[in-house]
């Protein structure tokens, strides 16, 4: 059969676009449909900012959508490979995710100027326990300059959850001054109760009154009272 040289270029053409293009197919029956939904997460170094990707299907084609969230997301290309997942920002970080379990991911988030920072999602899966998300604020007992204390549930679901703690100068019982830190960590959720460990102690902090209230306590005996915060 004879074809034009320039219908058999376009052909070519179109050919490699195809083979080129770095969204990926998905299917009902695919292994990437774990991957379709809503993630939240973070990159440890940012305190702040929440980081959220969304991910479904087009068309049969995976497409994302990245930003800080709650403010204005963009689509983004997306590439695949078995339990692997590869993008670059609207800001071209790029981000290099792997799949821990069916509902987070861990990573690297790579600025275009700077060091690669970690970084970590999860899936919204719609099984937050009523009142355990949020932030609360409070001081802790005891001592001449105990410390004010902040706690985050960015995540969490029937058995995991992913918190934000912070803390403001304070004084030990010994009168020595402690600086000001924070951290981001797993947590285990049994119920209204929250727990997680720090370097130096064992923190457990049970939701009140529909989540408006936080009672917490920890190795040394020490209790605190936090009220939710508004975001």
């Not at 084609?61 to 695949?80: D, L, P």
């Not at 912070?166 to 009168?175: K, L, N």
Request: some cysteine; aromatic content about 12%.
């Amino acid at each position: 059969m004879f074809f034009p040289n320039g219908l058999l270029l376009c052909f070519f053409f179109v050919l490699v676009l195809i083979l080129s293009s770095p969204n990926v197919s998905v299917s009902a029956d695919d292994q990437w449909t774990w991957i379709i939904g809503k993630w939240t997460g973070t990159v440890f170094a940012d305190k702040e900012n929440l980081r959220s990707l969304e991910l479904f299907s087009r068309n049969g084609v995976v497409i994302g959508m990245y930003g800080i969230a709650g403010g204005i997301m963009k689509e983004i290309s997306v590439q695949i490979a078995g339990d692997k997942i590869e993008f670059d920002t609207p800001a071209n970080s790029r981000v290099i995710l792997n799949k821990v379990h069916a509902t987070r991911m861990d990573g690297t988030f790579t600025p275009t100027s700077g060091k690669t920072l970690d970084v970590r999602l999860w899936k919204d899966t719609h099984k937050t326990p009523a009142g355990i998300a949020g932030r609360w604020e409070g001081r802790w007992g005891g001592g001449s300059n105990p410390a004010t204390c902040q706690l985050v549930v960015e995540f969490a679901d029937d058995t995991n959850a992913s918190i934000f703690y912070a803390w403001s100068e304070w004084t030990d019982p010994s009168g020595n001054t402690r600086k000001p830190g924070w951290y981001r960590k797993d947590a285990k959720v049994d119920g209204n109760k929250i727990s997680f460990k720090s370097r130096t102690a064992t923190f457990s902090f049970k939701i009140r009154d529909n989540g408006d209230r936080v009672e917490g306590e920890n190795d040394d005996e020490n209790s605190i009272t936090m009220f939710r915060k508004s975001p």
